[in-house]
């Protein structure tokens, strides 16, 4: 085991005397400087595959914050792309020129090999470690079957992802052969991840809350569990973030207990004091401050910070973080002030 993996694994169960540790998701985005500059001159999927300039965005939050690990810049989209769809990114996110619409488009997809396929992430990976030289864990991640197949079937943002919702009652078979190829594709890809470097893995269920009751287990948890299932014995800790799954918890709670997942994201819209209920300690937690909090004042800010880890103090995994991605107009100074309170925190 790596030191980087061993730091990792101290980190999510470390002792309750020790500090907080604090790395934020989207760590590398339009809110720093660094980015903005060399963003301007780059096609963002064109970023993404330029192996030393997406190391050098990945890093530049541990250069200005100093958080404790950095999550690798990439995009969840990478995999679908390397699968047969044409990926597109223009001033409305994500887009795909030809969606998938019929059973022989699904089954027309690949499932790469993603070191030929997506071999420039593990590139980016190298190169991240070449650049903090051990000072912190490296975290790679990917996104789930369902969020990806919402991306898949849709085409281009939205709010309900329609087409994906409507494929769940129309023609399910056709779904699940989707999210099948999906995750077959995320292990390969994790694992990949892992065999290039890095230290942890996040997977990324981002429309998972968006399910009914019965769709949550069929579509977002089952094939959540199947890639954790995959990366059993992968060496280095797994962390689940499934957005808007509040009120799914227990579910997920047993999941993580029978299948072993070391670390379990929480949105914003998670009372620490029922996910302490369900999980106690079972896995790590990370979370939960809303992102738009980073807009309050700085006082404001450092008191909402000290009543979060009042709220997890002695838990033996919490590890503080965002309860979704940094919003692109977020004050720099803002998120230094947030990593001050917790360097501080006693």
């Known amino acids: 085991m790596s030191n980087e993996n061993s730091l990792l694994i101290r980190t999510l169960r470390r002792q309750p005397t020790e500090r907080t540790p604090v790395w934020f998701m989207r760590q590398a985005g339009r809110y720093l400087p660094g980015y903005q500059r060399i963003r301007g001159g780059i096609d963002f999927l064109q970023l993404c595959k330029t192996p030393e300039l997406a190391a050098e965005v990945s890093v530049e939050p541990l250069e200005v914050l100093d958080v404790d690990a950095v999550i690798i810049f990439s995009d969840i989209l990478v995999p679908l792309e390397a699968m047969g769809l044409e990926v597109e990114f223009g001033d409305r996110g994500p887009c795909m020129s030809d969606p998938l619409r019929d059973r022989a488009a699904i089954e027309a997809l690949k499932i790469p090999d993603p070191v030929e396929s997506t071999g420039f992430v593990m590139d980016v990976i190298r190169a991240v470690h070449g650049r903090v030289n051990g000072k912190v864990p490296v975290i790679g991640f990917a996104g789930a079957p369902w969020t990806l197949s919402c991306y898949a079937l849709e085409g281009s943002p939205s709010r309900t992802f329609a087409a994906a919702q409507r494929m769940i009652y129309e023609s399910p078979a056709d779904l699940h052969l989707l999210m099948e190829k999906i995750a077959d594709t995320v292990i390969a890809y994790l694992l990949a991840q892992v065999e290039a470097g890095a230290n942890a893995l996040q997977l990324f269920d981002s429309w998972g809350g ?137």
């Open 210 to 346: 968006m399910l009914g009751h019965q769709a949550f287990e069929e579509f977002s948890l089952h094939y959540c569990r199947r890639i954790m299932e995959g990366l059993d014995g992968c060496g280095v800790p797994r962390i689940l973030f499934i957005r808007g799954a509040g009120n799914h918890l227990e579910k997920i709670a047993k999941m993580v207990n029978e299948v072993g997942v070391e670390a379990v994201g929480l949105d914003e819209m998670t009372p620490p004091e029922q996910a302490l209920t369900i999980f106690g300690d079972r896995c790590a937690l990370q979370g939960n401050l809303p992102p738009q909090a980073l807009f309050a004042s700085e006082e404001d800010l450092r008191c909402r910070v000290r009543e979060l880890l009042d709220a997890f103090r002695g838990h033996p995994g919490h590890v503080f973080n965002l309860g979704h991605g940094i919003l692109p107009p977020t004050p720099v100074a803002n998120v230094q002030a947030v990593v001050d309170e917790i360097r501080s925190y006693t």
